[in-house]
């Protein structure tokens, strides 16, 4: 039996009707969950399918917000856009590795025409980089990285998030756990401490928990990198 079902869609920019594939909720097997959220699956992968993409238009967005009425001017700058050069593209099928990554870049390109939040364009590069890494991209994966940092950042600074409270913990963490990829520990640990003494850290214990491993492991890299910096500059002096 396929994990694999049909979910009808209406575009909102032309239209279109049609059936674009999801993963049946009963199929969904989790193998690993790593700590900037990334959750590795057996068998089919539910991100893969986490945005849609208008075949007839090139209107892509998270599924959530595909659904979501859009005003007679966003209308017009899609159109003017994305659709003046769509060439036909069809990713309402199975997926693979390879066209999630094509479709969440389509998906990029409406979002910044669109200029959407930049917490939702986060999450987006965010899954980029999740997905270079699966490829096994390191260079990708930390491009997306700092893009997906860089956007966060904006957000904190500029946006305010619905459902602020928690949302904004998330942000702040993620801030962090991204720093600490990118080998900027002592940023990294920073922002982390934001998480941990935050006045509404209570309301997320997951998110305040992974910030203290999170932290701890930081330090430990910290400590870790300097030592090795230490032992190149002895060598050096031989």
Sequence with gaps: MSALFDRSYTCQICGNEFTSMQVKTSAIRAKERRKDFHTIFNGENPTFYGVICCPNCGYTKFENDFKQEVTAKCRDLVKNTITKSWKPQDYTHERDLNAAIKVHLIALVNYNILKEKQAVIGKLLLRLAWFYDEAGNSDENKKYVKLALDAFIRSFELEKQEDA?????????????LNRQLGNYKEAIRWYEM??????AYKNRLIKGYAKDQWALAAEEYNLSKKNESNAVVNQNY
């Design 165 to 177: 409270e928690e949302k904004e913990l998330e942000i702040i963490y993620l801030i962090g756990e």
């Design 195 to 200: 998480v941990v003494r935050h006045e509404f």
